[in-house]
């Protein structure tokens, strides 16, 4: 059977509590792991990074990226913003021990970036955080996990100060000029259940430019369940229905698009180091 990697999955968020047995009992199915090979859970803020990592540790198949993302560095949805000094620092002192991230399953950090749609918006704030893990990925040599919602030329321009640094934008939704310009640099680019969405045309187009060996798949799960499940809890055994897609925009079946995306997520993460 045809089985893939999530690149983008957030299995610790409490939506996952509505289903029957909550995440764990999906994860410990025997359809799940059928149909997925490998996830990465990636954290949003230090807490939940934490709880990522907690359940890497307890599935052979799960991998983490511990990060700060753009909303939780503002403190949404409730709650004060955090201190950059003190956050980053403590980000920095658990990535920056190589044992640790050994220990933890940790391939990446993130997800970090910008995200301009929801108010207030703290457009400095966000930057010092992004700025701040983008130098941590430049020094570590570690792949970086961009959040890009509706601040597609601010995240350009700054991913670009940053030359040495390779990752991916998750969920992309910027136009195919920039998707082409980023993979020149070196970055890979994921879709996830948008390109599914019948208004989707310009998150399609992208996914078409993107050459096969710069693409992931993703689900961002709870968030973004593809067609024919809109309006249900999102998860990895729904990646297929992204991969249709992808196969028939680039004119080559399901399988090839399941082994390609897997060895870019390998490549790109250094999966091979946690999953057999």
């Given at each position: ?8 999955a ?43 990592v ?19 560095a503002?403190?949404i949805?409730?709650g ?5 000094d ?30 301009y ?20 990925a ?5 792949p ?10 601010d ?24 998707a ?35 693409l ?18 999102n998860?990895?055994?729904?990646i ?15 399988e ?10 390998e ?10």
């Amino acid at each position: 059977m045809t089985s893939y990697i999530d690149t983008h999955a957030h299995y610790f968020i409490s939506k996952f509590d509505n289903l029957d047995g909550g995440a764990a009992a999906l994860l410990d199915s025997p359809d799940f792991r059928a149909t997925v090979r490998g996830v990465i859970n990636v954290g949003i803020s230090l807490e939940s990074s934490r709880k990522a990592v907690e359940q890497a540790a307890r599935y052979p198949f799960m991998v983490a990226a511990v990060g700060i993302h753009p909303e939780a560095a503002q403190g949404i949805p409730d709650g004060t913003p955090l201190d950059p000094d003190r956050a980053l620092a403590e980000l920095r002192a658990w990535v920056s021990d190589a044992d640790a991230r050994r220990r933890d399953k940790i391939v990446a950090i993130g997800e970090m970036g910008l995200d301009y749609y929801w108010e207030p918006m703290d457009k400095p704030l966000q930057k010092v955080f992004f700025e701040g893990q983008l130098a941590m990925a430049a020094e570590l040599g570690l792949p970086a996990i961009i959040h890009d919602r509706e601040a597609h030329g601010d995240c350009f321009d700054i991913v670009c100060r940053y030359p040495s640094v390779r990752g991916v934008f998750h969920a992309y939704s910027g136009s195919a000029e920039m998707a082409r310009d980023l993979v020149r640099r070196g970055w890979y680019i994921a879709f996830g259940g948008p390109v599914t969405y019948k208004n989707a045309e310009r998150t399609r187009a992208a996914a078409a430019a993107v050459p096969m060996d710069r693409l992931l798949l993703e689900t961002d799960c709870p968030y973004l369940t593809p067609v024919p499940h809109r309006g249900k809890i999102n998860h990895s055994g729904h990646i297929p229905y992204i991969a249709e897609v992808i196969a028939d925009l680039h004119g080559i079946t399901v399988e090839e698009v399941a082994e390609i995306t897997a060895k870019n997520a390998e490549n790109l993460f250094g999966l091979s180091n946690f999953i057999g």
